[in-house]
């Protein structure tokens, strides 16, 4: 062995008191650099999966994403976290005539954008026109609109093309449309990526954001309701791994953020607070209804035994755990168009193999089924279904699309498979209607069309009161369940981690993605002990 | 010296090409239409078509290439399909963290790596044998488990350093340095155990010529044979390894970044990825590559200044 030299003892010294010194320093820290506190109410700083697809709302997507666009642009109407319509720049509503047609809004008074400029009626229209021309990724959810015109200084009316009975909806934060943009921001869209050019409680500050990491949103001096200013800066952090928004949670990095079941347990562990909600159906779409790729499929009674092929209870329970519930009917309940009188598709197999003989498939059939791992991570739900259909001698030939959602759409419309695995909307019957039923969407690709289907869904969309409209949801849900074209399997519940001193946080099934800010002080979140 | 330096640089040039262009042919070949991608599974094919022509997607892939390559020229990376901001000023922001990582990971490495290996090779014995096997745990242990543990332990449980975020240097340099020590840690677990080995090697192989044996047979002290003789002789293999310890590292930041939510290129490069982004991976790729080829001009450098043959070479 070697003698080692001995060390100079100032040598020693100075060692000490470094390491001291840096053990001290990181004690005072406490863990302190973040970049948010939940004890500091002044400043709120939530966690959203991903970047935004655009800061210009024209361009903007829907769901929870709009936190993006929504802090900085108010909506003319606002969706409650419970899924009530509240008045926001539009103070009141209502369609005029007869067939939910024609829809006028009217506007609040005294209301300025970010620049200056007052908001009016011509401004809403100049706004709602540019939305339309954008072609942005929510453009659908506009509606069919013949005509946008301002009526007066203060109100705005929309003409649709076709009956419309969510016209309030469709002008909500969640659908983008509704959240009105200055002119001048409309006459300079690029302008948009780096100002915000709305009437919100909150201006974007690019100076203090960074691309695809960090959105700040400072409050806005103008503001027509101060009241509801929860905050003085908003800090909406992308984060994506599930286990890096759990200790940022935990630690109080962060205030709000969307959760995971795997997590949850965890994050309730560490006293966090947890809300869920309903939101989708993860559902087996038999799209080949004419039996153009799997025979079978064009009898109803093969669709019928596949839809009673599932034990719902035990597939929720093990897909989802606390956070599954099994889900019998596209709509889910609380929804407009549950049948709460209905148990819906049960679980019974000796009826599904009874409808399988009758149909002359007792020994089964082998179909082509796509589904993608973007969204199913590791397959396990479309696995599960697959095994659930072996039950009644239906092999299933999964094909798993990983590249990306563009790919799996292609694969959907490529008319090479008999059903597809996709999550469905389950909150609102027209979303549902018009994203996985009507003829030209990409889960409907061969055009399948059912002439009581369609009749009910036109008498929904003009029937005079809502409670007409939910009478005709349900019987549309009914008219679903004989057809068996989509079968839902289990809802998995949006789950949202809040911090212990975040409060007056809401979420429904008619609105899982709740918001911070409101027009409404009293449905502003707010941060105290 | 200089020409070594000029020589480097010059062969980079086509290097920088080459890269560029592989990183647009394979990110071409990738499935996937990032119109599709910006507006959604429910965008109709006349919306998609009028994005892809838009944003000049509709174009061969070389035409695509040849545009961007000739912006480059004009210091011009292009502009992001996705945030429709400028590469260049998305990269600037990025690029300090990254770099704060990458830098902090090596100098790390090399003060405890170079430290334990000294130690183990002029103690040896039981000494030894724990470096040996604090090495090997250090190469087996991936860095995304260890990652994870670290946040749990220090961040989560003992609530001593941030558990995510990153606090630029001019904002406080003390949180910036807090905040990166997990991170870092991370990082460098493998090259510590790397670079420890390589020392521990190298130093006892040169402690055991016959020059180090007249140096402490002529009186010289020990510490000047070990510092001043042994361990520059040694430096020489032990340079590489930090070089691509550094390279390496470079790789790594792709999940640190992500398990602790740090805005480098990184995590960057990964979203770039997933949306399909060309003008951002071709950026990252680029700053990537000119990256390596520093640290390869640094080990070259410090080639020259350890071994004066090297310079004429």
């Keep these: 062995m070697i003698r080692l030299p001995s060390v100079p003892v100032v040598g020693v010294k100075l060692a000490a008191t470094a390491a001291v010194a840096a053990v001290a320093l990181t004690a005072c820290s406490g863990g302190a650099p973040s970049t948010s506190s939940s004890s500091a109410s002044d400043k709120l700083t939530v966690q959203f999966t991903g970047p935004p697809v655009s800061l210009n709302p024209a361009l903007g997507s829907n769901g929870e994403s709009a936190i993006f666009t929504a802090l900085a642009y108010d909506p003319l109407v606002y969706l409650s976290g419970d899924g009530k319509l509240v008045p926001d720049l539009a103070t009141s509503w209502q369609y005029v005539g007869t067939g939910n047609k024609v829809f006028e809004i009217t506007l609040r008074d005294g209301v300025k954008f970010d620049d200056g400029s007052t908001m009016d009626a011509n401004a809403v229209v100049g706004s709602l026109k540019y939305f339309l021309s954008a072609k942005g990724p929510m453009v659908a959810h506009a509606g069919k609109i013949s005509s946008i015109e301002a009526v007066g200084t203060n109100k705005v009316r929309i003409t649709y093309a076709q009956p419309n009975p969510d016209a309030a909806l469709s002008l909500t934060q969640y659908n983008e449309f509704?959240?009105?943009?200055?002119?001048?921001?409309?006459?300079?869209?690029?302008?948009?990526?780096?100002?915000?050019?709305?009437?919100?409680?909150?201006?974007?500050?690019?100076?203090?954001?960074?691309?695809?990491?960090?959105?700040?949103?400072?409050?806005?001096?103008?503001?027509?309701?101060?009241?509801?200013?929860?905050?003085?800066?908003?800090?909406?952090?992308?984060?994506?791994?599930?286990?890096?928004?759990?200790?940022?949670?935990?630690?109080?990095?962060?205030?709000?953020?969307?959760?995971?079941?795997?997590?949850?347990?965890?994050?309730?562990?560490?006293?966090?607070?947890?809300?869920?909600?309903?939101?989708?159906?993860?559902?087996?779409?038999?799209?080949?209804?004419?039996?153009?790729?799997?025979?079978?499929?064009?009898?109803?009674?093969?669709?019928?035994?596949?839809?009673?092929?599932?034990?719902?209870?035990?597939?929720?329970?093990?897909?989802?755990?606390?956070?599954?519930?099994?889900?019998?009917?596209?709509?889910?309940?609380?929804?407009?168009?549950?049948?709460?009188?209905?148990?819906?598709?049960?679980?019974?197999?000796?009826?599904?193999?009874?409808?399988?003989?009758?149909?002359?498939?007792?020994?089964?059939?082998?179909?082509?089924?796509?589904?993608?791992?973007?969204?199913?991570?590791?397959?396990?739900?479309?696995?599960?279904?697959?095994?659930?259909?072996?039950?009644?001698?239906?092999?299933?030939?999964?094909?798993?699309?990983?590249?990306?959602?563009?790919?799996?759409?292609?694969?959907?419309?490529?008319?090479?498979?008999?059903?597809?695995?996709?999550?469905?909307?389950?909150?609102?019957?027209?979303?549902?209607?018009?994203?996985?039923?009507?003829?030209?969407?990409?889960?409907?690709?061969?055009?399948s069309t059912d002439p009581q289907l369609e009749s009910l869904y036109q008498q929904a969309l003009a029937a005079p009161t809502d409670s007409d409209r939910t009478s005709l949801y349900q019987q549309m849900s009914k008219r679903l369940e004989?057809?068996?074209?989509?079968?839902?399997?289990?809802?998995?519940?949006?789950?949202?981690?809040?911090?212990?001193?975040?409060?007056?946080?809401?979420?429904?099934?008619?609105?899982?993605?709740?918001?911070?800010?409101?027009?409404d002080p009293s449905l502003a979140w707010t941060l105290g002990s | 010296m200089t020409q070594l330096i000029l020589r480097r640089l010059l062969m980079s040039i086509p290097l920088l090409l080459v890269v560029s262009l592989v990183v647009f042919v394979l990110g071409s070949l990738v499935p996937g239409d990032p119109a599709q991608t910006i507006l959604g599974v429910d965008a109709t094919p006349d919306a998609v078509a009028a994005l892809r022509d838009k944003l000049g997607l509709d174009q061969p892939w070389y035409a695509q290439y040849f545009h961007w390559l000739s912006g480059v020229f004009h210091g011009d990376l292009g502009t992001s399909l996705y945030s429709g901001e400028p590469v260049v000023t998305t990269l600037a922001e990025r690029l300090p963290v990254t770099l704060s990582l990458v830098s902090l990971s090596t100098l790390f490495c090399m003060v405890v790596g170079i430290g334990f290996g000294m130690l183990s090779a002029v103690r040896g014995g039981f000494l030894g044998r724990v470096v040996d096997t604090l090495s090997l745990a250090g190469l087996a242990l991936p860095n995304f488990w260890v990652a994870v543990v670290l946040v749990t332990l220090f961040a989560v449980k003992l609530r001593v350093f941030p558990a995510t975020g990153y606090t630029p240097l001019m904002t406080s340099p003390f949180y910036w340095i807090v905040g990166l020590v997990l991170p870092v840690c991370a990082l460098s677990l493998a090259g510590i155990a790397t670079i420890a080995k390589q020392t521990r090697s190298a130093v006892l192989d040169v402690l055991d010529r016959d020059y180090v044996r007249t140096f402490r047979a002529s009186g010289v002290s020990e510490w000047s044979v070990l510092l001043k003789h042994a361990l520059r002789n040694a430096s020489i293999p032990v340079a590489s390894v930090i070089g691509i310890h550094a390279i390496a590292s470079l790789d790594a930041t792709v999940f640190v970044e992500n398990v602790f939510v740090l805005p480098g290129m990184g995590s960057l490069a990964t979203q770039a990825t997933l949306d399909h982004d060309l003008p951002v991976i071709e950026g990252v790729a680029l700053y990537f590559t000119v990256i390596v080829i520093v640290v390869n001009l640094c080990v070259d450098i410090a080639y020259g200044l350890l071994n004066p043959k090297v310079r004429t070479a």
């Design chain 1, 178 to 447: 509704g959240l009105i943009i200055s002119p001048k921001g409309v006459a300079d869209p690029t302008s948009l990526l780096k100002t915000s050019a709305g009437t919100g409680a909150y201006t974007f500050d690019s100076q203090d954001s960074v691309t695809n990491s960090s959105y700040v949103y400072k409050k806005n001096p103008n503001y027509w309701e101060p009241s509801a200013q929860k905050f003085q800066t908003v800090n909406v952090k992308v984060i994506g791994d599930p286990n890096a928004v759990l200790s940022a949670i935990t630690t109080g990095q962060v205030d709000n953020a969307g959760g995971s079941a795997n997590t949850a347990a965890s994050a309730k562990a560490a006293g966090i607070n947890i809300l869920t909600a309903p939101f989708f159906n993860w559902s087996l779409n038999l799209l080949d209804r004419d039996g153009s790729v799997s025979k079978p499929l064009a009898d109803v009674r093969v669709r019928q035994a596949i839809a009673l092929a599932f034990d719902r209870a035990s597939l929720a329970t093990a897909l989802g755990g606390d956070y599954g519930k099994p889900s019998t009917q596209d709509m889910l309940p609380g929804t407009d168009g549950y049948m709460s009188n209905d148990p819906g598709y049960s679980y019974d197999l000796n009826k599904a193999k009874q409808l399988m003989a009758e149909a002359g498939y007792a020994s089964g059939f082998e179909m082509p089924v796509i589904t993608t791992s973007v969204l199913d991570k590791n397959t396990t739900i479309s696995q599960a279904i697959s095994q659930s259909l072996g039950a009644i001698g239906i092999k299933v030939d999964l094909h798993v699309e990983a590249t990306g959602m563009s790919q799996y759409s292609s694969g959907v419309v490529s008319k090479k498979y008999a059903a597809a695995i996709f999550p469905t909307a389950g909150s609102d019957m027209m979303q549902f209607y018009q994203q996985d039923l009507a003829t030209g969407v990409s889960q409907n690709p061969e055009n």
């Design chain 1, 482 to 519: 004989d057809l068996a074209w989509i079968v839902p399997i289990y809802a998995p519940q949006t789950l949202w981690f809040n911090g212990k001193n975040l409060h007056n946080v809401s979420v429904s099934a008619t609105n899982p993605n709740p918001l911070p800010e409101a027009p």
